[in-house]
Structures are given as C-alpha cells and as structure tokens.
C-alpha cells in the first residue's frame, strides 16, 4: 500500500471529527450566548417595569401604574382594573398621601423558580404625619413579551387584605388666635348660635312661604336656599337644619326656627380690620387638590392674615390612620399623632389706633397707616370701604357677595398695600437724593416766576410744569417745602438727570418685596425703570409720572428722614428676637436738613402742612395733591406724611381718593395726639 495514501485516509476522519468538535463547541458557546442574551433583555425588561412602577407611584398616576399590572393577577383579585385604580385614588385621597418616596429597592431572580422576586420600602407624607417603613413584595410575570407585576390587595398597605378598609379618624386641634401688640383679640374662637330651621313647626302650604319669607328677610337669606337645604334627605320634621351662624345675644324669635350655641370663629374688630385679618372657611375640592393634607370640610384661612398664616394658625390634626377588618376590629396603625392647637400670633398693630383710624375715614375710600420710624412695627393699617369678615364665616348670601363685588369703591381692595402715584410726599426722597448728591444745598435758590413754567430748551415740547403757589420767587429748598413747589424740584431733578436720580433711588428697595405676610406689588420708580425722558424726570421728581407706590412703601422709604438716613422695613408681626430690618440710602446731614425743613413747613404760617402746628407736640409733615385719570377724568389723591419731630414715637400716612391734600389734614389732624397718648 501507499504511505502517502495511507497517510492521507487517516487525516480525513480526523479532519471531520475536528469540524464536528467545532461545530459542537461553537453551538455550545452561542448558546451559552443567546441564553446569556435572554437573561440580560429579562432583566433589563425587569429593572425598567420597577422603576416605570416606583415613577407611577411617586407621582401618583394611578391609572399609569395599574397598566403595569399583569393580566393574571388582577384576573386573580375580585377588582377590575378600574377598581384598583379608583380604591388607590380614595385611600390616597382620604389620608392625604403625598410624597411617595422609596427608600430601598431589591430586584433578585430567584434561580429555582426562574421568577424575578421584588421588593420595595415606601414612605409618605399624610394629614397626620410621615409614614415611615412600609415594606413590599411581590414578584414579575412575562406576558406577551413584556414584564408586569403580580398585583395584591397588600400593594396598597402592606397589612391590607381582602374586605379590609382603610380608615382616617382625628380631631382638629384648636386654632390659634391673631392677637395685637397688648394681647387683644384681633381674630380666635368663641361663642355663636347655630340657627336652624324647625320643619314641623313652619306649618304647612301658605303659613310654611310665609315663614321661609320672614326667616329669609330676617336673617338675609335666599329662600330658594333655605327650601333646598329643607330637601335633603336626612331631614324629619323634628330635625334641625342649620342655615347660618349669629352672634350671642343676637337670637330674636323666629317662627320656625331654633337655635343650638356653637363655637366660631370671631372678628371684634370687624370691618375695622378686615383687610388684615381676612376670614376663614370650609376647604374646597380645589384647596384639597392644591394641599393633600387637607380633608374636605376643613376649616383655613381664606384671606388676609387668616391665610398668610394658616400653617401655624391651623396647627396639627391629632388621631389614627389604621386598617379595619370586615368585623369592625382595628387591625394595625399605620401612623397615630398626638392633637396639637395652633399658635397664637402676636401682631404689632394697635387694637384701639386700629379702630379710631378706621372709623376717621368715615367709610369713605382711603387708608390710614402708623408706623415706628425706628421698629418698623406697624400700629395701624386701616383701609376703607371694608366689609364684614363675619359674614364669610357664617356662609355669605349671593346677594350680599354681589353688593360688595359691584360695589364701585372696591371693598375688598386693601388701599394700604395699593399703588398710586405719591404726589408732592415724594419730594421728602428727591430733597435727601439731591443734597446727597451736591446738586441741592439749602442755600441755593431758583428764580421761578408765575405758575408754569418748562425750559427754554423746548425739550418738553408742550408739557408744563405747574405749581400751586406764586408766592415766592426766590425759591430754596425751605421754601420749595413750605409751598410744595413742584417746579424747584423738576428743576433740580433736571440738574442731577437721569441715570444718577434713578441710582440714588434704587439705594430704596423699589422693585423688592417688603417681606410682609400680605399680597403687594413692588413699588415702581417708571414702567420701563428709567428716567430717559425730560418730562418723565421732572414729573418723577414731585411724585407724578410714572412712579407707583403703596402707602405702606411711603411710610417705609420715609423713614429714612425720620432715622437720620436709615430706612427701616415694615413689620406686622410682634417678635422681640427679630433684629429690625434697615438700609442706609441717604447721608444722614441730608437727612437731618430734610427733617428740619419739615418741622418748619408745619411752623411756618404759609406752609400746606401749618395745620399740625396746632397740635401739642412738634411734627414734621408733607402733604401731596396726586392727579390721576380716573375713568378718562383727571381727578386728585390726597396724601399726608407726617412724623413725631421730639420724640420718633410715630410716623403716619393718611390718604383718602378723590379729595386734596387739605382734606386729608382736616380728616386725621383731630385723633394725630392719640399717637403719642397710646406710646
């Protein structure tokens, strides 16, 4: 036989059997592979289901989170999909769940079963606190391709089985009180009657409308209301239907009604106040949604003050969120807190000044504000019209919410926080700015003659300056005081032009917030902030243009001369820990020729401020006639300023629409010494 052939027979089985080897090997890997493959999309189809599930929860799309839900296991509960989504919806609802937030999470095949096991720590914030630590299991299931989770009734709540309900009792703790600077009640809790209707004793037919006419008539309500609360279905004729809240003593005979005492919330000062306080009332499914926390029917601030600290005024709700069995047994506690009242806050206003300034505007549209110079602590805040915050809480007719939405003075407007054009009481800034900047001295004068008066340069075009006053014609900055002389300062705010003036007044905290517990737009020194116009200067420089500021704005940036230069932020809240709050914006020489200028405005005979000299006590003051338009007419703001010359006890604002300067001094000059009898 050949060797060679030999050779080459025996090489040919071994070749074969090397390609098989491979062959063999190479499936073994790429299987290995492929199952290598599986086990990588499962569990990246795995870690996606539970973050998609964890997302659901944390933002509690219900309806998103039962879609990852697998067919079999809902088939397996006696709940539709729908159900789920909807008892979520409730419970969540009913405890006020929000915040879900997990703390660990485990995904693990488990080898032996070839089931992807999860669990999960949940946490949530409820209406009475955080529940800490609940923990969760449950596994994934492949359908169709894609990874769902077996869903159990103990998804919801860890101990929650089938028949077992979730269930919410507590009490609300009292709520606080809003009291002045010397203890008095300015809102709190005290005694009412709940009048109610009698049903059987209304008669019947025509004796039954004319008793709902009466009690309609009597107590100011709708008889289409008081017929449809007699409807509802709890009613027998011996019940008793509560329709409105009134006062103690205040409870005449009614045929048809009855009366149960009760606890409400009071307002003695009433309308005197009513713009700082605000009122209370039930929670709405909009105040619910906004604050999960809430229950339906809870009792919060609505406005005002009421609202601005209803955290602290509401306090903590004290009771038990627990699963109950079908059998009525409590079966665990999920979370239980203790009841805590709301805090009592002390304000810096004075009940007594609150009251009196108030009752001086005679109803009339108009504010009143007294402030510390130094604290900043406000004593009055009073703005008129006002309305009854009494009647929101008893449950306000339709009628009378009308009257007072389409009431032309605009009732509910707080005028303390409202922005108007100052008028000449600016000129106290523009004075403090131009000596700052060297530009006025006290000994400079201007040669003004007759009322008018625009430069020669015809960069105002038409416009025209106007004073009140041709008396003097040498006019310095004593003078240009003493007469308001809107002229002298247009002049000097020419002088130190634009982009200084508007420099030096941005050293006050015009476009900030006063950081005050009540809504007010920033004060605005133009539309656009700057000065880039002649007119628009001039007008700036007594308090017209474009200029805007609150009169809570006026007494703070005022300050500043009462404080040889410091301004001091307003506060409303009395706290003896609060460091008061100031800026430096002008030197304090200027400030003190300024005060100085004032006091001699009141002294001097001729002086649009002289009436104060009447009073017991020095006072340095500014009055301000603002023209606006006004439903396409020019009409006049009157504003006064005026501060205690000895003793910086007080610094005071007075402003009433539609009237002059000269009323404004009329109308509060009689109760200004009650300022210094009160310190």
């Not at 004319?210 to 309609?216: K, Q, V």
């Not at 007294?370 to 006002?386: D, F, K, R």
């Not at 020489?589 to 002289?610: F, M, P, R, W």
Request: net charge negative.
């Amino acid at each position: 036989m050949n060797k060679g052939n030999s050779k080459k027979t025996w090489m040919i089985p071994l070749a074969i059997l090397l390609v098989i080897l491979i062959s063999v090997v190479g499936f073994i890997g790429f299987s290995k592979w492929q199952e290598g493959q599986e086990a990588q999309r499962r569990q990246n189809l795995a870690e996606e289901l539970t973050q998609n599930y964890l997302d659901a929860l944390r933002s509690g799309e219900m309806t998103d989170y039962v879609a990852l839900l697998s067919e079999d296991s809902i088939a397996a509960s006696p709940y539709s999909r729908e159900e789920i989504t909807e008892r979520y919806e409730n419970v969540f609802s009913a405890i006020g769940a929000t915040n879900l937030n997990e703390s660990m999470t485990e995904l693990r095949l488990d080898e032996e079963t070839d089931t992807y096991h999860f669990a999960y720590t949940l946490s949530m914030d409820t209406s009475l606190g955080t529940i800490e630590d609940l923990n969760y299991e449950t596994t994934l299931r492949e359908e169709e391709d894609e990874m769902l989770v077996d869903w159990r009734t103990n998804l919801i709540f860890p101990d929650l089985e089938e028949g077992d309900l979730v269930k919410l009792k507590y009490e609300e703790g009292n709520r606080g009180s809003l009291n002045d600077r010397n203890g008095n009640l300015l809102a709190g809790n005290g005694d009412a009657w709940q009048a109610g209707l009698h049903p059987s004793a209304l008669g019947e037919g025509g004796d039954r409308e004319t008793a709902l006419s009466t009690i309609a008539d009597k107590f100011g309500q709708d008889k289409a209301s008081l017929e449809s609360l007699l409807e509802q279905s709890w009613v027998t004729p011996d019940s008793f239907v509560p329709f409105t809240i009134v006062e103690e003593g205040n409870t005449p005979e009614v045929k048809g009604v009855m009366y149960q005492q009760t606890s409400t919330r009071i307002y003695p000062l009433s309308e005197a106040a009513a713009h700082l306080t605000g009122y209370t009332g039930q929670a709405t499914a909009e105040d619910v949604e906004k604050n999960p926390t809430l229950q339906a029917g809870d009792i919060i601030g609505k406005s005002g003050l009421e609202a601005a600290f209803d955290q602290r005024l509401r306090g903590t709700k004290g009771g038990q969120i627990f699963i109950e069995t079908e059998d009525g047994e409590r079966k665990s506690v999920l979370i239980e807190s203790d009841i805590k009242d709301g805090e009592n806050i002390r304000l810096t206003i004075d009940v007594d000044l609150q009251k009196m300034y108030y009752d001086q505007l005679q109803g009339e549209p108009g504010t009143a504000v007294v402030m510390e110079p130094e604290t900043g602590e406000i004593l009055v805040a009073a703005s008129s019209p006002s309305y009854d915050p009494q009647l929101f809480v008893r449950g306000i007719s339709s009628e009378a919410f009308q009257a007072y939405n389409e009431d032309s003075n605009t009732p509910f407007v707080a005028r303390y926080a409202a922005r108007y054009a100052p008028g000449s009481t600016f000129k106290i800034l523009t004075a403090m700015i131009g000596l700052d900047l060297n530009v006025t001295t006290p000994e400079k004068t201007h040669t003004i003659e007759g009322l008018q008066w625009s430069p020669q340069d015809d960069s105002f075009g038409s416009h025209q300056i106007t004073r009140v006053s041709d008396a003097v014609t040498e006019v310095d900055l004593q003078a240009a005081i003493t007469y308001s002389d809107n002229i002298y300062f247009a002049m000097e705010a020419l002088e130190m032009g634009g982009s200084a003036f508007v420099k030096e007044l941005s050293q006050f905290p015009f476009g900030a917030s006063m950081n005050l517990p009540f809504s007010m737009q920033p004060a605005q020194i133009s539309n656009s902030g700057a000065l880039d116009k002649p007119t628009l200067l001039a007008d700036t420089a007594y308090g017209q243009g474009e200029l805007l500021m609150s009169p809570i704005h006026q007494i703070s940036f005022y300050s500043a001369v009462a404080n040889e230069g410091l301004m001091t932020f307003p506060s409303l809240e009395l706290d003896e820990e609060t460091e008061t709050n100031q800026l430096n914006p002008v030197e304090v020489e200027s400030a003190q020729i300024v005060k100085e200028d004032l006091i001699n405005a009141v002294e001097d005979s001729n002086g649009t401020a002289h009436p104060f000299a009447s009073l017991p006590f020095r006072v340095g003051a500014k009055t301000g006639t603002a023209e606006v338009e006004k439903d396409g007419v020019n009409v006049t703001n009157g504003f006064v300023y005026a501060i205690d010359a000895d003793d910086n006890e007080f610094s005071f604002i007075g402003f009433l629409e539609g009237k002059s300067s000269g009323d404004v001094v009329e109308r509060f000059l009689p109760i200004l010494p009650a300022l210094k009898e009160a310190e």
